[in-house]
């Protein structure tokens, strides 16, 4: 039960490769299109930061729910958690483009202007990095709290950190419902500080928490083919599953409600976020989001079969985190550049990211059992 992943050569090698190709893809980005950078690297960051915030929210899910068969699985969302003090510093490093990011920095007609007469008070870059700071500064502190908590109960065993782990999950649940719609708030829906959505933030929450699952899945099958996770069995596929299953639903429902609610209101402001998102060429990433993050999920996991396959699953998980990356692309590059276009740098900065993920989670999880020798419920989830 104290077994630990070894970190291979080639993880390892495929990670720092990826970082390598992210860095020249970022550099030639700045050099061909400035602006094009920037937003490429709010996509790339709010990507992996949405991800990782999903992920530890399905940890603190387990605990205050008291799920059984999950326990020995949830060293992988603490590992992710690593990643968060790196996404601090990486999207801090955004102040320095907010110019060619947010309008509101520089409002440049008299519609933004009288706008911003009203928001200045909160949108200013000030205030801005303040609340940045204060947004990590608490994912941080609870998140390492939490892991604090998990290893503490590998020592000591007993029920004592395990209902400390509880009590932590339910604030920090709390925490996050109001720390991560302000996060989206600042971070995405202010790219263009004239529409506004109030199911915006949650949307974007689900999304996270939807695709986070997807990682750990992702995570999972693949150290259980590595010769970890020995008693993963088709019912934990089952499990894992659902929740996949479940989340496709609300995704569509939230996207649906928000599409619905603006096109039956048909209010200029709210309407055209949606006709600069169907006109033209980007009708055909409209429609892909769908697709990608409901349509292939609902439908190929109707089937108890199909929830109970590793390589289905695998496909299905790896489909979604593209889905995220079209549904984020929507949402952020006709704000900013307006341009539909995919090309080096969009491939390269996401692959740069994703080479840094792998292994700041690879890093992490490395550190600690990767079982939880001491979980109540361990001999529940490995025997289900």
């Known amino acids: ?72 699985f949830q060293r992988i969302p603490l590992a992710i958690s690593s990643y968060l003090p790196v996404a601090a510093v990486l999207f801090l490093l955004l102040l320095l483009g907010m110019g060619s990011l947010y309008n509101w920095t520089n409002p440049n007609t008299e519609e933004l202007k009288e706008l911003m007469e009203h928001k200045e008070p909160f949108l200013n870059i ?11 500064s608490l994912w941080v502190f609870m998140t390492r709290l939490l892991k604090k908590t998990a290893l503490k109960e590998d020592q000591e065993g007993g029920l004592e950190n395990f209902n400390k782990s509880e ?4 604030i920090y649940i709390f925490i996050l419902a109001i720390s991560f719609s302000l996060f989206t708030f600042d971070a995405i829906m202010s790219l263009d500080i004239a529409w506004y959505s109030t199911l915006f933030a949650i949307k974007n929450f689900v999304s996270g928490f939807y695709h986070g699952v997807a990682v750990i899945i992702i995570i999972v099958i693949f150290l259980n083919k590595k010769g970890y996770y020995k008693s993963l069995t ?8 659902k929740y996949l299953f479940i989340l496709s639903i609300l995704w569509i429902y939230l996207w649906f409600f928000q599409f619905l609610v603006i096109w039956f209101g048909n209010i200029e402001e709210d309407v055209v976020y949606f006709i600069k998102r ?13 697709i990608l993050n ?3 999920p609902f439908f190929v996991l109707l089937t108890a079969e199909a929830k109970q396959s590793k390589k289905i699953v695998s496909v299905v998980c790896l489909l979604l985190l593209v889905g995220m990356y079209v549904d984020l692309y929507l949402q952020i590059i006709p704000d900013t550049t307006n341009k539909l276009i995919f090309g080096i740098p969009e491939i390269g900065t996401y692959l740069g990211f994703l080479g840094l993920f792998i292994f700041i989670v690879s890093k992490g999880l ?13 001999n529940e989830s490995i025997e289900e």
Do not use: C
Request: net charge positive; proline share 3%.
């Open 234 to 241: 088709s019912e934990h596929m089952h499990s894992f599953s």
């Open 294 to 296: 409901w349509t292939i």
């Open 366 to 378: 490395s550190k600690m059992p990767i079982i939880p020798k001491n979980h109540p419920y361990l």
């Open 278 to 290: 169907q006109d033209g060429s980007w009708n055909n990433l409209f429609i892909l989001n769908i």
């Open 1 to 72: 039960m104290d077994e630990k992943y070894l970190i291979s050569k080639n993880v390892k090698n495929v990670s720092f490769a990826l970082m390598a190709l992210g860095v020249l893809s970022i550099a030639f980005a700045f050099y061909a299109d400035t602006d094009r950078a920037w937003a490429n690297l709010l996509l790339n960051n709010y990507y992996f930061i949405a991800i990782t915030i999903g992920a530890t929210f399905y940890y603190a899910i387990q605990y205050i729910t008291q799920s059984g068969w999950s326990a020995q």
């Open 167 to 170: 009590l932590y999950s339910k």
């Open 126 to 136: 000030p205030f801005f990095a303040i609340r940045m700071v204060i947004y990590f």
